[in-house]
C-alpha cells in the first residue's frame, strides 16, 4: 500500500536505510559499547546518544558492508517478518545504496522536534535501569 502511494523506490530506499542502520548499529555500536564495561565501572556515556553519533560517522565501506549483510539474511519459517531481500523481491525493487547517504536527519527529530531530546533522555534512563546490573556484574570480572 505504501509502494503505491509514495512509490516502490522511496520504499526501497527507506527498507534499505533501515536495515543498514540496523547491521551498523549490531555490527559496530552494540559489540564496541558493551565491551567499555569491561574498563568503565559506569558508562561514561549512554547509549542513545552515541548511537546518532556511531551511524552519522559510519564509513561508505561500512555502509556498504552493513547493507550487503543486511541482504544476505537468510529466511526463516518462524521469523516475524520477511527479510530486506524479501521485501525488495516483493516490491520488484534492488536494493538502494547512496554514496552520498549521511544520516545526519532521521524521521524521528523532524517529528518529535523538541521532544527528541526528553525521549531519549528517557530510554537511556530505561536502558541504564536494565542493564547496570550486568554492567556491573561484567566489569566486577573484567
Known amino acids: 500500500m505504501l509502494a503505491e502511494k509514495s512509490g516502490a ?50 564509513t561508505p565501506q561500512e555502509v556498504r558492508r552493513s547493507l550487503a549483510r543486511a541482504l544476505m539474511a537468510k529466511s526463516d519459517d518462524g521469523a516475524m517478518e520477511p527479510t530486506l531481500r524479501e521485501r525488495l523481491e516483493a516490491l ?6 547512496e554514496e552520498e547517504t549521511r ?15 526528553e525521549l531519549i533522555t528517557r530510554m537511556d534512563q ?12 561484567q566489569h566486577a570480572s573484567a
Open 9 to 58: 523506490e522511496s520504499i526501497a530506499r527507506a527498507l534499505s536505510l533501515a536495515a543498514t542502520q540496523d547491521h551498523l548499529l549490531s555490527e559496530f555500536f552494540w559489540p564496541g559499547y558493551r565491551r567499555r564495561a569491561d574498563f568503565e565501572a559506569v558508562p561514561t556515556y549512554l547509549p542513545h546518544a552515541g548511537i546518532r553519533l556511531a551511524v552519522q560517522a559510519a
Open 126 to 137: 530505561a536502558w541504564l535501569s536494565e542493564n547496570k546490573l550486568a554492567w556491573s556484574q
Open 103 to 117: 544520516f545526519e536527519h532521521s524521521a524521528a527529530t523532524r517529528l518529535l522536534r523538541e521532544r527528541y531530546g
Open 92 to 97: 520488484g525493487e534492488k536494493p538502494r545504496f
